[in-house]
């Protein structure tokens, strides 16, 4: 075979590289008729690439729950990489998982597959997510190993609530607009009211009080115009999502520069170029951190100095709304303030909604707009010490 070699160019190479994959009966033979140089894909090859396509989550352990494989899917659910946990026991993957690893141990051992519904598994970065996993005993290798599947709940709930939230606040929108309306026109004739009467006026004094009355309408209206907000497309182009960032750091730096709070970043830099309007990508990212700044000036603020964490990180086969993406860029806005109180965290991107007196809760829902117009989403999960705004963009080449 080998003498015959030196005369297949590399198409033909390829043809019988993918004749021996896909033939079972070839395939076993291979090793032995075949050199490296004819076998450029191999079954091992090709059910790599199966797994790394599957939005399923799948890790292998070995037969010491070491582990042996992990897919990209599974890297992404879990915060991981595969390379930096190869041969990674069980417990370093999941912490205080005793009762589990038991579970799994016990079912390796007597070869039955179970489901578990609805755990937490705790991550070792401090997350936890919640799961329902299966585990499948694997004996037909020469070591067994053990497959565990995972469905991550976390991700499916947050789809749902996504998509409830992007459906009412629709339905807000069109109400905002429809007021909007019928406010506007009595505005106009106030205003217009007003200012006839303060040409009418015989004491220069009393325009004060007309004064009043023209500036109030404009606020009104100015009011109105934010709530129902710009009806402009984003123009997409492709942009780097680290020069959004870097502009708005820029901005609040300036803004906290009196201020006891640090603007930390940990940015990923291989993340590619996504597709975005960068004007308004930013108009959403600020209006982020500026309520990030707002809740560490709260006086429910029990710490000196308060930090906020801009962090990026790039996500593969993951689903915004009801469409699958090849990958996706994760912003995070982190701040370690008070946290949202928790019967507003499901409505905080409502207009209206805010935890402060003299807020107008307009920056989160203007904010959550605009990601949804750019085919994103944005999320938020919040504690005492740690909120987090989670906003996911398409990557531009996905």
């Given at each position: ?255 906290v520069a009196d201020k006891d709070i640090l603007i930390e970043r940990n940015y990923d830099p291989s993340i590619p170029d996504v597709m975005a309007d960068s004007e308004q990508l930013i108009q959403a990212v600020l209006n982020i951190v500026r309520n990030a700044m707002q809740a560490l000036e709260s006086p429910n603020v029990r710490h000196k100095t308060g930090t906020i964490m801009l962090t990026t990180r790039v996500l593969r086969n993951i ?80």
């Amino acid at each position: 075979m080998q003498q015959y070699g030196v005369f297949l160019d590399k198409h033909a190479i390829c043809m019988v590289g993918l004749l021996i994959a896909c033939h079972p009966s070839i395939a076993r033979t291979a090793p032995v008729i075949c050199t490296p140089l004819e076998r450029p894909v191999s079954i091992s090859n090709i059910h790599k690439r199966l797994l790394d396509n599957l939005s399923t989550s799948i890790i292998v352990f070995d037969d010491e729950l070491k582990l042996s494989y992990i897919n990209l899917a599974a890297e992404s659910l879990l915060a991981i990489s595969g390379r930096q946990i190869q041969n990674a026991w069980i417990g370093d993957i999941f912490h205080n998982a005793e009762q589990d690893i038991a579970d799994i141990t016990n079912a390796a051992n007597t070869q039955h597959s179970f489901t578990k519904r609805r755990t937490d598994l705790q991550l070792p970065q401090g997350r936890t997510i919640l799961v329902d996993y299966t585990i499948t005993p694997l004996n037909e290798t020469e070591n067994m190993q053990v497959l565990m599947e995972l469905y991550g709940l976390n991700y499916a709930e947050r789809i749902n609530k996504e998509e409830a939230l992007v459906s009412t606040h629709e339905t807000t929108r069109e109400l905002v607009r429809g007021l909007a309306h019928e406010i506007k026109n009595p505005l106009g004739g106030i205003r217009g009211a007003a200012q006839l009467l303060a040409r009418e006026l015989p004491d220069s004094e009393l325009t004060d009080y007309t004064n009043v009355i023209i500036e109030e309408a404009d606020r009104l209206h100015n009011l109105v115009d934010r709530l129902v907000g710009s009806k402009k497309l984003p123009e997409l182009q492709a942009i780097n999502i680290h020069e959004v960032l870097e502009r708005v750091r820029s901005l609040i730096e300036a803004e906290v520069a009196d201020k006891d709070i640090l603007i930390e970043r940990n940015y990923d830099p291989s993340i590619p170029d996504v597709m975005a309007d960068s004007e308004q990508l930013i108009q959403a990212v600020l209006n982020i951190v500026r309520n990030a700044m707002q809740a560490l000036e709260s006086p429910n603020v029990r710490h000196k100095t308060g930090t906020i964490m801009l962090t990026t990180r790039v996500l593969r086969n993951i689903t915004i709304g009801a469409v699958f993406h090849r990958l996706a860029a994760r912003i995070e806005i982190i701040d370690n303030g008070p946290g949202i109180p928790e019967e507003l965290i499901s409505s905080i991107f409502y207009p209206m909604i805010s935890g402060r007196a003299e807020g107008t809760g307009l920056g989160l829902s203007i904010a959550h707009s605009i990601i949804k117009q750019h085919k994103g989403m944005i999320e938020c999960s919040s504690k005492p010490g740690q909120t987090i705004f989670a906003i996911f963009i398409p990557v531009a080449d996905a």
